[in-house]
């Protein structure tokens, strides 16, 4: 070896060494976002999917601080998410659809379940088994205009006549009104009421909204504001992927997704909401193709019923009130 070769391999071995000496510079990892989900209600099994995205820690994995609000008021979710003090929100296709008649700039992002889970609830002895026999009975108001259309058109489509049904204000206390005998007649949901009630022992008849001649809608829903979507579509598809993780999981897991729920609404009655989940889970997506899915049919349909009725005065354009974009 001459001393030219030698002195060029001494070079890069100092080279090498030096090389091996340097440490890289770490990539800063960004603070996540912080975003808000403002609830219709307290923590239930309605939100679980969002409960299980939190605890998996699958919104962080989206680079989101998520800080879930239980409000007072079921429709508060939707003034904050459209006066955008929040990103997020839990609302319900009327409510949506009202607002969007009034130029008030929410959007749909997912159907939390893919179909109406409610129905209308009597004491089995009361032997109230299809909406003519409501006619001489009472009901438990919620003091909502959407009930009276809705069981109007119920009683109509069974040659019922809707004059001969006593309306009996009870504010949010309509199921313990069944219960207790004070009215005939409650609308409730059967994930929450109606488990209960089995729970409890009570028999109960009902007639479920999906399935009437009512059309299908969808309670709850996801929303966001247009103001977010335009400026934080990012931060926005980001959200909706952790929480479709989460409502798939639940969906698949509902046993493990009631305790993980339970761990964020100790207060809750462990019984029912591992029921209620049970009974929920296979029925938030239904026969969608994934969960969240909605249908430009069901928000032009029910919107059109509800212009019908009197329930919207304004123009309602259903492809500007939903959107499946940002589902995962």
Not at 11 to 32: E, H, I, M, N, S
Not at 147 to 154: D, F, K, P, R, S
Not at 204 to 231: F, H, R, W
């Amino acid at each position: 070896m001459s001393k030219r070769v030698l002195s060029v391999l001494m070079v890069v071995a100092v080279l090498l060494l030096a090389a091996c000496g340097q440490r890289a510079t770490p990539t800063p990892t960004p603070a996540p976002v912080k975003a808000t989900l403002s609830l219709d209600w307290v923590p239930n099994t309605n939100h679980t999917g969002f409960y299980v995205a939190l605890d998996k820690g699958w919104y962080k994995e989206q680079g989101i601080d998520l800080d879930i609000q239980i409000p007072s008021d079921p429709a508060a979710a939707l003034k904050q998410v459209a006066f955008g003090h929040t990103e997020f929100g839990v609302s319900f296709q009327e409510e949506v659809t009202i607002a969007r008649s009034q130029d008030i700039p929410v959007v749909s992002l997912a159907a939390i379940i893919q179909h109406n889970t409610s129905a209308f609830a009597s004491l089995k002895e009361k032997n109230i088994t299809r909406p003519k026999d409501f006619e001489g009975k009472t009901y438990a108001s919620y003091g909502l205009p959407l009930e009276q259309a809705v069981i109007q058109g119920l009683m109509a489509c069974d040659g019922g006549d809707f004059s001969k049904l006593t309306f009996v204000d009870v504010g949010f206390d309509a199921f313990p009104a069944l219960l207790g005998g004070r009215v005939d007649i409650a609308w409730i949901f059967l994930a929450w009421d109606g488990v209960q009630a089995q729970i409890k022992g009570y028999e109960l008849n009902t007639i479920p909204l999906y399935g009437s001649c009512v059309p299908d809608y969808y309670t709850p829903v996801v929303i966001a504001g247009e103001k977010t979507i335009q400026e934080k579509p990012d931060l926005v598809r980001r959200f909706m992927a952790a929480t479709a993780r989460g409502y798939e999981y639940a969906i698949a897991h509902p046993s493990e997704a009631a305790e993980i729920l339970l761990k964020y609404a100790p207060e809750s009655d462990p019984e029912l909401i591992r029921h209620s989940q049970e009974w929920l889970s296979p029925r938030y997506k239904a026969d969608a193709p994934k969960w969240g899915v909605q249908k430009a049919e069901t928000w032009r349909a029910f919107g059109d019923w509800m212009k019908t009725n009197g329930l919207i005065t304004g123009d309602f354009d259903p492809d500007k009130a939903f959107t499946n974009e940002f589902l995962p």
